[in-house]
């Protein structure tokens, strides 16, 4: 037979078995759309990764703030931090075992709501509390020092706002909108992780897993950068900035009495969040692994089995908190890296469990060497009288 009819009729069957996929994607919508739909969901659980942690972020940089502006202790604004863990654990039993038998990106879009319902509800205690008013005695950092008013005496009427003495009154009990909006974002939070791992790991190959573990941790990384970044820019604000007349206002950032725009960072976080939980909505129940690899088989067989004989190729190319700023930029890059490099090892060379754990090991090993440079570094010390000093001098 001649070579070239042979050649024709090769690629006729190809062109007929592509046409054969094309008309049977719209029978089964669901096969031609599972790519599609992997994508979106991996996309959309590293961003509802980045908000989760970018708002537990502004939760931590606005502790200050909410201390002095409903002034209330360390000890009160720490039980607020906990509501979190609380609201957590009150349904984290129930939302991993029932959650995994229901429409898991549905029940995460819920959870995503729920977490921007609290955000709102821990900034809503500034739109009905009125406006701030801060003590008309004055504690800079300048003069903090040669007055403590934690040392008064108890008949005494004065009570300073602000300060940590344990006769402070309290201003206001609207705190218990924050922290009840604070136990609503640790249960909506709660389906994020369980939900999405299992639902990542229906289908994606066993060699991919770690790579997209990688990426969403990568992304959760992201969260805290900016947010104590962009908590930091709010606190640089007045708390009533936009509501009063910024030339009446007599203190500065750096005066004790100050209080930052704390609800603003509440605000973008619930809307960040919000934003975050629209595309699990659009999500099929389930995707399977198996259907993704037949499509694969189908667009091309002769590719494939070409693949199969020359080895798989990689498909992946690779004061106000300044102090706690300044270490988050220099350390959080690297932490990103690092995740982002170990997956895309364990991908590349597909790594087992006991070559990962090698790996691991070794790299803390030479983080743990590296330590001991430590020894070669020193600052000088301040002069302290009667320390290192005499109080003459």
């Known amino acids: 037979m001649n070579p070239s009819r042979v050649g024709n009729i090769s690629l006729i069957f190809k062109r007929k078995l592509e046409f054969s996929f094309f008309f049977s994607s719209f029978l089964s919508p669901a096969l ?54 609380m ?10 075992y029932y959650g995994a038998k229901c429409h898991r990106p549905k029940i995460i879009a819920i959870g995503c709501f729920i977490m921007s319902l609290g955000c709102f509800l821990m900034a809503l205690p500034h739109f009905f509390m009125g406006y701030y008013q801060y003590d008309t005695i004055s504690f800079t950092s300048n003069n903090i020092s040669s007055f403590s008013p934690c040392i008064l005496n108890p008949q005494d009427t004065l009570k300073i706002k602000g300060s940590d003495c344990a006769h402070k009154i309290v201003t206001s009990y609207a705190w218990i909108f924050v922290l009840l909006g604070n136990m609503l974002r640790g249960i909506g939070e709660t389906p994020i992780t369980p939900l999405g791992i299992s639902y990542l790991d229906d289908f994606s ?24 970044l ?21 203190i500065s950032p750096t005066d004790s009495r100050w209080v930052g725009a704390w609800w603003m960072n509440f605000l973008v976080a619930g809307v960040i969040i919000l934003i975050s939980g629209i595309p699990f909505l659009f999500l099929p129940k389930s995707l399977d692994k198996k259907e993704d690899a037949c499509i694969q088989k189908n667009l091309d067989p002769m590719e494939n089995s070409s693949e199969n ?24 890059p690297l932490v990103l890296l690092g995740m982002f490099l170990s997956g895309f090892i364990m991908k590349k060379y597909k790594l087992g469990i006991l070559s990962a754990t090698k790996m691991g090991y070794t790299a803390s090993f030479i983080g743990f060497a590296f330590i001991f440079l430590y020894l070669i570094l020193g600052c000088d010390n301040h002069p302290v009288a009667g320390l290192t000093v005499t109080y003459d001098g």
């Open 309 to 332: 004989s020359h080895g798989q190729k990689p498909d992946i190319q690779s004061g106000m908190a300044n102090s706690g700023q300044l270490k988050a930029v220099a350390i959080l």
């Open 87 to 96: 609201g957590n654990l009150l349904v984290i039993a129930f939302v991993s």
């Open 32 to 85: 031609s759309l599972n790519p599609i739909y992997s994508q979106v969901f991996i996309a959309a659980l590293a961003f509802s990764y980045f908000s989760k942690a970018f708002a537990g972020t502004t939760m931590k940089s606005s502790f200050t703030q909410l201390e002095r502006r409903f002034g209330i202790a360390s000890s009160t604004a720490g039980f607020i931090d906990g509501g979190f863990e």
């Open 205 to 228: 190959r066993e060699e991919d897993v770690p790579l997209y573990i990688s990426l969403l941790h990568t992304s959760a990384m992201l969260g805290p950068l900016s947010g104590f």
């Open 230 to 250: 962009l908590g930091s820019v709010f606190a640089r604000l007045y708390v009533d900035v936009g509501f009063v007349d910024m030339d009446t206002i007599t």
